[in-house]
């Protein structure tokens, strides 16, 4: 019997926006996810301010910031030059009802969003410890092997959305090819309980060539406690695992950062390979991914998680109109185009340039990067333009431009 209800496989930020936009329409919905719980990973964690108008529109905000924090301003530093500039990102209420940023690590978010489907009475079933294994379809139904705590079972769903990450189930079973590459070098993520605000902010992108870091707080729940630093750098290829997650390396990035006299406390470090990959199709037949199933870029920027919420919103409103309204279903193959086109030609793009802008070694043009960032701080014109397309509003347009 095929299920009256749209599954959607993935309960991380993308799955959950795309739930609550359905749900708050009329449409019921079915989350399967892998895990026994909700995420307990802090992961991708800053919502641009076009994400956080969204948040808002799904219900989500108000309980959100309850654990995570408004913030107004992020930092470009130089460290080898010794400058830094502060950006305040109040500019973008010209076009945005909430001009700032969100921090809340995926943990929260995950809770946040499975406490508002729960609470607010929506038609969703989570079902936990649900993993997909395959899928097929044809014309009329998808049909989805899940494996469960009680055996594996069988779905039948007129529609299956991907919102499974990176390693995509149901990308794979479809055998949806990703394009792109895999960059060389590659990043190490260090967690630590040590306050950096008074030095760094919440946000920090310190260019200094090879040398780079990137700093940012990560709250991820409301008590005085919850909150950790995050400090990430490059890895050279070729440099072993061994040899970077021991103590004294890690240690030793961030005295580099921040010389104290007694030992940083490490909560977390982890490396990992880095991709600027998308998908030959973001829709077949009657599955449709969304967010790293669909996509992966470079993190510096937060270009991916917030992706994903585009694509979240674009399909919510055109799926809306299929389920609803009976409209054709050809219509997903605009939210295809636009959000991959996107994808291509201006999140790829751009996530490629910040990663490259923190590298730079050529001193002279790292002087002129500071100057063209501490010109526009000065001027709410040239700084609008600027916010517009880091807070990737300007990819929003794109896409509203492809037919």
Known sequence: MISKRVHICGAGPVGIVTALGLCRVGIPVTILEADEDVCQDLKACYYHVP????????????KLLEGGTKDQELRFTDAGLGR??????????RNFRNPYAVSAGQDWFARVGYEVLKADGYDCDVQFGHRVVSTRQDAERVTVEVDTPKGRKTIQTQWLIGC???????????????????????????????????????????????????????PFGPGANDWTYRVVCGIQEGTADEDVLNEAFCQSRLQELKPLSVPYEITNKTIYNVHQKYAETF??????????????????????????IHDAQNLIEKFSKVWLENEDDSILDLYDRQRRLTCRDCIQKMSIENKERNEITDLGEREKMMDYLEGIASDEDKLHTFLYRWAMADSLDYANRVS
């Open 51 to 62: 994400s956080v108008d969204i948040l808002e529109d799904i219900g989500m905000l108000d």
């Open 84 to 93: 830094s500039v502060d950006i305040n990102l109040g500019v973008l209420s």
């Open 164 to 218: 499974d990450g990176g390693r995509s189930q149901v990308r794979r079973s479809q055998d949806i090819k990703l394009g792109g590459f895999t960059w060389p070098d590659r990043f190490l993520l260090i967690e630590t309980s040590h306050d950096l605000e008074p030095e760094f902010g919440r946000l920090d992108y310190r260019a200094n060539g090879p040398d780079w870091r990137l700093v940012i707080r990560i």
């Open 283 to 308: 829709r077949k037949g009657r599955i449709i991914l969304a967010g790293d199933a669909s996509h992966m870029n470079n993190p510096i920027g937060g270009l991916g998680l917030n992706s994903g």
